[in-house]
């Protein structure tokens, strides 16, 4: 049996492997395997009556035996690991074989199998970048960062980016990212003129129709601060262009 009978990658379960010599004879040369198949990773094994089953655990499973088992019944608790890179769900299974030279007179329940099924997780994040100041009408980029951290494949990621200013928004955009596999990141830039005060502030959130297991790291923030800019200039004109001595002009300077 296993325990919980559903899970979510990354989680631990526990196999409970019973093992019946019904009799009347003590069975001998006992060997149960049990095996793993992949996405699941062997956390620990032990059996419930210390030394009546030597253990050798591998990544695959693990191989329990004996010169002789009584009659009644040996108890061998397997804890594992699930994983799921997929973004669907998986169903794993777990097999336990027992063999012994003894003669068994019913050998079709010397093999036993259990499934589980293990529902992907991923953990997809943003991080959004300014530069840390900028002149007033010059033009700045925002980069934003989209990644998976999880063990699980994020389905359908999608992006958003908005920056603003004093006056509201500036520029903002979504991106359809996709599917990204665990440790994958795309990243995305933006351009904007820099208002004439601040300050400027850019916000990043993600999403994912995959459960997340971290949902804090789905929106990011970062500020960035104005520099003033004014662009003097001066004219100046005479009115009329020309004149007599004695006459009175005007100038204009502006």
Same mark, same amino acid.
Request: aromatic share 2%.
């Given at each position: 049996?296993?325990?919980?009978?559903?899970?979510?990658?990354?989680?631990?379960?526990?196999?409970?492997?019973?093992?019946?010599?019904?009799?009347?004879s003590a069975a001998s040369d006992v060997t149960l395997t049990d095996v793993l198949s992949a996405?699941?990773?062997?956390v620990s094994a032990s059996v419930n009556a210390?030394?009546?089953?030597?253990?050798?655990?591998?990544?695959?499973?693990?191989?329990?035996?004996?010169?002789?088992?009584?009659?009644?019944t040996v108890t061998l608790t397997v !804890?594992?690991?699930?994983?799921?890179?997929?973004?669907?769900?998986?169903?794993?299974?777990?097999?336990?074989?027992?063999?012994?030279?003894?003669?068994?007179?019913?050998?079709?329940?010397?093999?036993?199998?259990?499934?589980?099924?293990?529902?992907?997780?991923?953990?997809?994040s943003t991080v959004?970048?300014?530069?840390?100041?900028?002149?007033a009408g010059s033009v700045v980029t925002v980069t934003a960062t989209f990644a998976n951290n999880g063990t699980s494949t994020a389905a359908n990621v999608t992006g958003t980016v908005v920056v603003s200013g004093p006056g509201g928004s500036l520029v903002s955009a979504t991106y359809s990212v996709g599917s990204l596999s665990p440790g994958a990141s795309?990243?995305?830039?933006?351009?904007?003129?820099?208002?004439?005060?601040?300050?400027?502030?850019?916000?990043s959130t993600v999403s994912t129709t995959t459960a997340d297991g971290t949902s804090t790291n789905n929106l990011s923030t970062d500020t960035m601060t104005v520099n003033g800019s004014a662009d003097l200039r001066v004219s100046?004109?005479?009115?009329?262009?020309?004149?007599?001595?004695?006459?009175? !002009?005007?100038?204009t300077v502006v």
């Amino acid at each position: 049996s296993v325990n919980p009978a559903s899970s979510t990658a990354g989680y631990t379960v526990s196999y409970t492997v019973v093992l019946v010599n019904a009799g009347p004879s003590a069975a001998s040369d006992v060997t149960l395997t049990d095996v793993l198949s992949a996405g699941q990773l062997l956390v620990s094994a032990s059996v419930n009556a210390s030394g009546s089953l030597s253990l050798v655990t591998t990544t695959g499973g693990v191989t329990a035996s004996a010169a002789s088992v009584s009659v009644g019944t040996v108890t061998l608790t397997v !804890v594992v690991q699930l994983s799921n890179a997929g973004s669907s769900t998986v169903v794993l299974t777990n097999t336990a074989v027992v063999t012994s030279t003894t003669p068994d007179p019913t050998p079709t329940n010397n093999t036993a199998t259990v499934t589980i099924g293990v529902e992907p997780l991923a953990d997809v994040s943003t991080v959004v970048d300014l530069p840390a100041n900028a002149t007033a009408g010059s033009v700045v980029t925002v980069t934003a960062t989209f990644a998976n951290n999880g063990t699980s494949t994020a389905a359908n990621v999608t992006g958003t980016v908005v920056v603003s200013g004093p006056g509201g928004s500036l520029v903002s955009a979504t991106y359809s990212v996709g599917s990204l596999s665990p440790g994958a990141s795309q990243q995305q830039t933006l351009t904007f003129t820099v208002p004439g005060s601040g300050p400027v502030s850019a916000t990043s959130t993600v999403s994912t129709t995959t459960a997340d297991g971290t949902s804090t790291n789905n929106l990011s923030t970062d500020t960035m601060t104005v520099n003033g800019s004014a662009d003097l200039r001066v004219s100046k004109s005479v009115n009329p262009a020309s004149s007599t001595a004695g006459y009175t !002009v005007s100038y204009t300077v502006v």
